[in-house]
């Protein structure tokens, strides 16, 4: 995919597009991580109603 220093992000204005999937690659692994801790937190807030919160929410 090839983005244009417009249509990119504001954080990746100004760098290479190799540079640009860099950033990507490390903002992807970024919110997987996140994702996990709060999974794991709602875990212990919804304890076995979690699975269906989640599918719930999504559908909404």
Do not use: C, W
Request: charged letters at 25%; glycine letters at 4%; hydrophobic letters at 45%.
């Amino acid at each position: 995919m090839n983005m244009t220093e417009s249509s990119a992000p504001v954080f990746l204005q100004g760098v290479s597009e190799k540079d640009n999937e860099v950033l990507l690659a490390e903002k992807i692994i970024q919110l997987d991580i996140l994702r996990d801790q709060l999974y794991e937190e709602l875990i212990m807030m919804a304890g076995n109603r979690t699975h269906e919160l989640l599918r719930f929410m999504q559908n909404k």
